[in-house]
């Protein structure tokens, strides 16, 4: 384990300026000439605004990052996108519209009986776009996790145009991980009112690239609506499974407290993060639905409790749905843990913080197709490669119990990829990971989920970004490619960020790409050939 007692991670959470231009890299190593895209990646770049500052993670203003390959050069630009958060901002000088961990208070000049009724005039959701990045048709939107996701332009990183998703389905706001098929159909999952006002989760869709180019958009739908376990309490969704016939939804018991969300612009203070509650005893419940038909399967899958956010894939086999994903256990709210100052803290405070939180694992679960063969109180998987189990309970409920693919203390596989266009759904072998080193990003791993065996890529003082897998043009095997990842190097006496690029088979470097300025973190992005 790689220690970090010069904090130079500190700096991954501070505010930089965006760029009037690209600037050139210098390149060591030689990169492969079939990489001829960008590398987009989205993240905070604001920390502050004036003497105000943001306090968590998911809370400063949106960067987009963009590195451009073109006859083995290559080029690093950014730009801040200009939502309507980031322009109030700027006008007025102040946080206006209330983030993640943040709470925008009533601008200070206006008189008493302004500030008073401003408390009441309704809910301004945020537009900060600042987790991720993908196509729909032929256009691209940076996203958070509400209903608005902003059209952006892919080569100059200009900012076109505000989308709000509730205009076009009942949804209340949709995840920054859709699934997007070979055809270029995208899928994702939101709360949503259901039947008799109660809470509910909606799958929608959006069609791919129209004949008469009309904005796919507009003809998104509901492709299926799931039940939620608590009438008036929806959990905390960041990602969700698809296989080649079914949906994968679980729903973990971090909860958002509506009333609490929806009375928080009224108490002085308030903000996304004081909304969330954690649900003691309803252990965590899977549900599936099928892609064609839109029918809910009304089993009730039940687990032990996780925070979840991301899938890293999962499977159809011989009768069973095989889910791989990233969890912490037990039922206590993960982001709790990533305020500004818990992540800027001195070394040994970081980790004083990390012990305390919930344990990272990387877990297999098993979930059977047809229950009506089960028998109850045993073990009825039948795969010879997990040692994931099921059991039938005599009220109905089917018990999962995981295997464990990768486990370490207080540090965690993260920000998971794989082979996405060939082996999303189906049954893979490799997945790319960011391991956190209590909750530090400090090195970029490799891990066969049959095996278990481990990569991994790690340098003093440099703090990767999550990897991004590329397949090279002639791929034979699931990991004929490379990993793109964004480094910072905070100490380096000259060009301190850098895109690196790994061979995706053991993670050794084949190149990398150094600029004169410092990169912020980023959480999400993807390879535009």
């Known amino acids: 384990r790689v220690e970090h007692p010069a904090g130079g991670y500190k700096k991954i959470f501070e505010t930089v300026e965006e760029l009037s231009e690209p600037i ?14 960008s590398l987009l990646r989205l993240g905070p770049g604001l920390f502050e605004v004036g003497d105000e500052p943001f306090y968590h993670l998911f809370d400063g203003q949106a960067l987009l990052h963009k590195f451009d390959f073109k006859n083995g050069q290559v080029t690093y630009h950014r730009k801040f996108l200009r939502t309507d958060t980031y322009v109030r901002a700027m006008t007025e000088k102040r946080i ?23 408390y009441f005039k309704g809910i301004e959701v945020t537009d900060n ?50 699934h997007i ?32 180019k009309s904005d796919p958009i507009d003809k998104m739908k509901v492709v299926v609506q799931i039940p939620c376990s608590d009438r008036f309490k929806p959990s905390y969704v960041h990602s969700f499974g698809m296989t080649e016939n079914y949906f994968v939804f679980v729903e973990t018991p971090v909860k958002i407290h509506l009333l609490k969300f929806l009375g928080a612009w009224s108490i002085r203070g308030a903000n996304y993060m004081d909304c969330f509650e954690s649900n003691e005893t309803m252990g965590t419940w899977f549900h599936l639905a099928t892609k064609k038909t839109g029918e809910y399967q009304k089993v009730k899958f039940r687990t032990s409790a996780i925070n979840l956010f991301h899938h890293i894939n999962c499977y159809e086999d011989d009768g069973f749905i095989v889910v791989d994903l990233c969890t912490w256990k037990g039922f206590e709210f993960v982001y709790n843990y990533l305020y500004l100052a818990n992540l800027r803290e001195n070394w ?19 979930l059977p197709l047809d229950v009506n063969r089960e028998e109850q109180g ?28 990768f486990s370490g203390p207080r540090q965690a596989f993260e920000f998971p990829q794989i082979n996405y266009k060939k082996f999303c759904g189906k049954n893979y072998t490799y997945a790319y990971g960011l391991g956190l080193n209590h909750f530090i990003p400090d090195r970029i791993c490799k891990l066969n989920v049959k095996t278990k065996e481990t990569w991994v890529w790690q340098e003093p003082d440099s703090y ?56 912020p973190v980023t959480f999400h992005g993807m390879y535009k050939p």
């Open 378 to 405: 045993k073990n009825l998987i039948s795969l010879p490669y997990t040692t994931a189990t099921h059991t039938m309970w005599s009220d109905g409920t089917v018990w999962l119990e995981p295997e464990i693919l």
């Open 96 to 118: 206006v519209i209330t983030e993640f961990g943040t709470f925008a208070f009533p601008d200070p000049c206006k008189n008493i009986f302004s500030r008073f009724f401003s």
């Open 464 to 519: 990767p970004s999550e990897p991004i897998f590329v397949e090279t043009p002639d791929a034979v095997e699931e990991d004929d490619g490379v990993i793109l990842t964004i480094v910072v190097n905070p100490g380096a006496a000259q060009r301190p960020g850098y895109l690196l690029i790994l061979n995706a088979k053991d993670l050794t470097e084949i190149a990398r790409a150094e600029v004169e300025v410092i990169i």
């Open 348 to 366: 040994d405070e970081v980790k004083k913080q990390a012990m305390m939180a919930p344990q990272p694992e990387v877990r297999r679960y098993v």
């Open 24 to 37: 050139p890299a210098q390149v060591t190593g030689r990169i492969p000439p079939w990489i001829k895209g």
């Open 181 to 212: 098929e070979k055809d270029g159909t995208v899928y994702n999952i939101g709360n949503c009112f259901g039947k008799g006002m109660s809470i509910a989760y909606n799958i929608v869709s959006i069609p791919p690239t129209q004949k008469d």
């Open 129 to 178: 776009a600042l987790v991720n990045v993908y196509p729909v048709g032929e256009d691209f939107y940076a996203c958070t996790e509400t209903n608005y996701i902003t059209k952006v332009n892919p080569e100059t990183l200009e900012t076109i145009a505000k989308v709000d998703l509730c205009n076009y389905v009942s949804i209340n706001g949709v995840t920054a991980h859709p």
